[in-house]
Each structure stands twice: as C-alpha cells, then as structure tokens.
C-alpha cells in the first residue's frame, strides 16, 4: 500500500534522466501518461483525446476512469505496447524504474519533472511544445502565475502565519519536509512548516508532540479519528479545532489544481486568525 502510496504522489528517489527520443513528425502522437500529475496536465491542455493509457492511480479528470489501466509501480509492458503509443510521459522521480524496460521497447519517451512548483511550470510548457499545444501551455501556466501573485498578496496581508504540519500519509504518519513540493505549496499560501528538514518522513507521534504544530493539515479524512484519541488531544492544534483537511491530489500532484489548493489553503487561514 505505501509503495503505491509514494508512486501516486512522487515520493520516490531520483537520478538524472536519459535524453528523450525525438518526436519530431509524430503530428498528434497516441500518448500514455505515468503519472497522475502528469496525466492532469494533459487534460488540461485539451490533449485529452490523444491520451490512450494510464496507471491505476490516475482518477482526475473523470474522463481517465474510462481509460486503460497500464499498471502502477510495475508496468504491464505487453498492455502499453497494445496500445500503440506514439509518445510515453514520465516524471524521472517516479518512474526511474521503468526507463530500461521502456528504453529497450523502443518507445519514444518525454521526461518531465514537477517535483517543484517552477519545475511543474516549464514541464507544462515543454508538454505543449510537444504536442503542438503551445497556446493552450501558455494560458496555463499564466493561470497559474497570477494565482501565485494573487496568493503573495493575500499572504503579506495575514496578521499572523501559523506553523503546521502537513499529512500525507496517515498510518504510519507520513508528513512533508520542506523543499518538498507540497511544502512550497503550504508556505505560498501563508503557513510555516514545522517540519524543516527536506524531503518525507514518517514520525512517531512523540516527534509530532515535539514538533506541537499549531495547525494539522491532513490529506485524509481522519479528523474525526484523531478527535477521539486521548494521545492526540494534548497537540495544541487538536485542542484548538485547528485541522484543516484537504484532498491529498491538491496538495501532493504538482499540476493545475495547485490553483485550488492554495484557494483552499487561505481561505481557511483568513477565516482562522489570531485573535479569532
């Protein structure tokens, strides 16, 4: 479970990634996506209709349910070359595993990385340059500039930035460190991670009582758990009513809904302020 946990967000080590074979004459390639993320991206380039495969993991846009499934963690190579891809899209965070397999099929591969919110930017804009889409890329990531300036500005007009912990993964508990995508997100929109060393990492919950965030961000519906256990009533957060819940495809699957997340994210910061 936690495997398929860490593919579906992009928790996985990384090295460099190969060159991509050119696509250059594909015209509208058949495209397979291996990411969710990546996936939503494409949606939201109007390249939908060109996507003819995806992970079990993927279930964003609705659209995708209706999509074949080739594998998650390991690949069903005989279904994805049953499709006939023209082009497979990767992120080399998460799919490193893969590349030999796919390398050795012959397919023609696009690396993209989103582990940052400006790496996420240009994989969307070389996306589009790909698939002939270079409009559409554009309006995109403009969209997602301007939520980011508007985001600044709500954020210099907080009273107060409260520390929190973001869940990601809930047992054991798993929380986002900082330079992690998910913790750009957290501190755009106006909080401070309480967790400052890089990357994930699970904890005890004597390290979470260490760490007494003011606020619990949790990726899964389990508020109302926590509530009920004695151990967690000490945390000053849970005392306080001060858990937020938010999907965990916001705030862990670097793509367009960044825009939402971080809507979400000050909505409720402006609503909880200090002295409220």
């Known amino acids: 479970m936690l495997g398929a946990l860490l593919f579906g967000l992009g928790l996985t080590g990384c090295q460099s990634p190969p060159s991509p074979t050119s696509t250059a004459g594909l015209g509208q390639p058949r ?5 969710p993320n990546l996936t939503e991206i494409l ?19 609705p659209e995708v349910d209706k999509l074949p499934k080739i594998g998650d963690l390991q690949l069903n190579y005989e279904a994805l070359l049953s499709l006939h891809p023209d082009l497979v899209v990767y992120d080399p965070a998460l799919n490193q595993q893969h590349l030999t397999q796919l390398q050795k099929l012959g397919i023609h591969l696009q690396p993209l990385s989103t582990q940052t919110l400006d790496d996420m930017q240009s994989s969307i804009l070389k996306l589009g ?5 270079e409009p ?15 985001c600044r500005q709500r954020s210099q007009k907080l009273i107060h930035h409260p520390t929190a912990l973001l869940e990601i993964w809930h047992d054991p508990l798993m929380a986002a460190g900082k330079d992690t995508y998910s913790s750009q997100i957290l501190q755009r929109a ?25 606020v619990l961000i949790l990726t899964h519906p389990v508020a109302d758990e926590l509530r009920g256990q004695p151990a967690w009533n000490q945390l000053q957060a849970v005392q306080q009513g001060r858990l937020l819940e938010i999907p965990e495809d916001l705030m862990v699957r670097p793509g367009p809904r960044v825009i939402e997340a971080l809507r979400r994210l000050q909505d409720w910061l402006e609503q909880h302020q200090s002295g409220d």
């Open 129 to 133: 340059q790909r698939l002939q889409r």
């Open 31 to 35: 495209v397979i996506s291996l990411t």
């Open 190 to 214: 106006g909080f401070r991670n309480v967790l400052d060393r890089p990357g994930y990492h699970t904890l005890s919950l004597e390290a979470v009582y260490r760490l007494n965030p003011e």
């Open 43 to 61: 949606f939201a380039l109007e390249a939908g209709p060109q996507v003819v495969g995806v992970t079990r993991n993927d279930h964003f846009p």
């Open 136 to 150: 559409q890329a554009r309006q995109l990531v403009a969209q997602i500039q301007a939520e980011l300036e508007k």
